[in-house]
């Protein structure tokens, strides 16, 4: 079992940034791929950022390009999402997520574990 916390969100403006952190507990972490993924109010989940085991591979949706970077820190068992020159269309519940396989995994149902969700919130 592997038990995520994400913490982090919180109101921001338009241009502002966040990083939001997920904590990961139980199984050993370094053996999951993990993921983010938002969901706003009356649409499905998608796709932000993935990272492989290692760090070494990194894949982000479209839309957060240039913006968003996903990071690992595994002697720590934390994953991060820096947000930059947040928008509007960003606001969200943001979940983090772990799988049990490797590499970039852009498939919400390939995810094993998730967390609880932290919102963010960008005011125009």
């Known amino acids: 079992q592997v038990q995520l916390v994400e913490s982090g969100g919180g109101l921001v403006q338009a241009g502002d940034s966040l990083r939001l952190s997920c904590a990961a507990s139980g199984r050993t972490f370094s053996n999951n791929a993990m993921g983010w993924f938002r969901q706003a109010p009356g649409k499905e989940r998608e796709f932000v950022a993935s990272i492989s085991w290692s760090g070494g591979s990194t894949s982000r949706a479209d839309s957060v390009k240039g913006r968003f970077t996903i990071s690992r820190d595994n002697a720590k068992n934390m994953v991060y999402l820096q947000m930059n020159n947040l928008k509007p269309e960003d606001t969200a519940v943001y979940y983090c997520?772990?799988?049990?396989?490797?590499?970039?995994?852009?498939?919400?149902?390939?995810?094993?574990?998730w967390g609880q969700g932290t919102q963010v919130t960008v005011s125009s």
């Open positions: 997520a772990a799988s049990y396989s490797n590499g970039v995994i852009t498939t919400p149902s390939l995810y094993d574990y």
